[in-house]
């Protein structure tokens, strides 16, 4: 059966990327086990090592094919449901989100951050400090919040005096000299385009898709963030400003050279294999282990026996865990809360 004919359909058992865990964690076992009945035996340790590395770039295979696979059903799933509500265009078409829950992201006030950063404390000790030391009210910021961001903690307010009073105070206290502020970059929200021809030319590409595609933007308002080779052809992330999320429109693939290539959200949404929770990855987390695969807590993934995948987000808001585990793109928690994420960048766009 060829990896385009992989069932998607909710009423498979478990889904893809479960499966795949599952497979992948078998046959794990397996070469764990071989290794032991042959006593270390260096050329099987040999072939071990070669059966690991071919495994891990068929899943990788597998897991791009599955992901494309599940944005066309997603696709053709959000236009049947377009053609029945939504006979006139709303406002977010123009952008290429037909999603009713867009309606709602022109209304939201304007937001400001500020990225907090440091050399010497973790994300969640400098979000300990603020916390400490800095009063909200004080500052004229009542709403503010607190998330941890991709170079340290990041503090999202409604009100542009109030960011600038704690960048100040920031920048003056010295029970906060461990910290550092500063305005975040220019925000723009990234799309993943697969499938181009290894040759081109990274420095021409926004312009090859500005004029390739016709879109109503310039090359200024796309930026290549980063590439890599694979299997397919080269990927690449763009980072688009609201003029190019507009020029984009609702298009699933772009003209690049002599190939039509997919366009997908890239959207980061942090999930911790530590504890099984959002919001924050392991690396930062130091809460007792939960399995990210059965939900269930004392082990990791990598030590878990059971038989079927369990979310226990899922279960914690009385939906239902079974079939996926709480690091399946399925996840409809997760599908939520990176939609979530995306309306916040896509409001905060320059």
Avoid at 152 to 157: E, H, L, N, R, Y
Avoid at 225 to 236: A, I, Y
Avoid at 316 to 324: D, F
């Amino acid at each position: 059966m060829s990896l385009a004919s992989i069932p998607v359909s909710r009423g498979d058992k478990g889904s893809i990327l479960s499966r795949l865990t599952k497979a992948d964690k078998n046959t794990l076992k397996a070469l764990i086990k071989i290794s032991t009945l042959t006593g270390g035996d260096e050329p099987v340790a040999q072939l071990i090592e070669t059966v690991i590395s071919e495994q891990a770039k068929l899943k990788n295979i597998i897991m791009e094919q599955a992901q494309q696979l599940a944005f066309q059903k997603g696709r053709i799933e959000e236009l049947e449901k377009k053609r029945k509500t939504e006979p006139q265009d709303t406002p977010y078409e123009a952008i290429g989100h037909t999603n009713q829950t867009h309606s709602q992201t022109g209304n939201q006030p304007p937001t400001y951050a500020l990225v907090v950063s440091s050399g010497s404390l973790e994300k969640r000790e400098m979000a300990t400090l603020l916390r400490k030391q800095l009063d909200p009210l004080e500052l004229d910021i009542p709403n503010a919040t607190i998330r941890p961001g991709r170079e340290g903690i990041v503090v999202t307010t409604s009100s542009k005096e109030g960011t600038d009073k704690l960048l100040q105070r920031i920048q003056n206290d010295r029970a906060l000299k461990q910290l550092k502020a500063k305005a975040p970059r220019e925000m723009r929200i990234h799309v993943k385009v697969i499938g181009l021809e290894d040759d081109l030319d990274c420095e021409d590409l926004p312009a090859r898709i500005v004029n390739q595609n016709r879109l109503a933007c310039t090359p200024e308002d796309i930026v290549v963030k980063k590439t890599w080779p694979g299997r397919r052809g080269t990927t690449v992330i763009l980072a688009l400003n609201r003029k190019g999320l507009k020029a984009l429109g609702g298009r699933t693939e772009l003209s690049i050279g002599w190939s039509r290539c997919p366009v997908y959200d890239h959207i980061f949404w942090p999930r911790c294999t530590r504890c099984a929770n959002h919001g924050h990855t392991a690396p930062e987390c130091d809460a007792p282990p939960r399995c990210s695969y059965c939900g269930q807590r004392g082990h990791h993934q990598k030590d878990c026996d059971a038989d079927a995948a369990h979310c226990n987000i899922c279960a914690g808001e009385g939906r239902n865990p079974n079939e996926h585990s709480m690091m399946s793109w399925e996840c409809p928690v997760y599908v939520e809360k990176v939609q979530a994420e995306k309306e916040r960048i896509i409001a905060r766009l320059n």
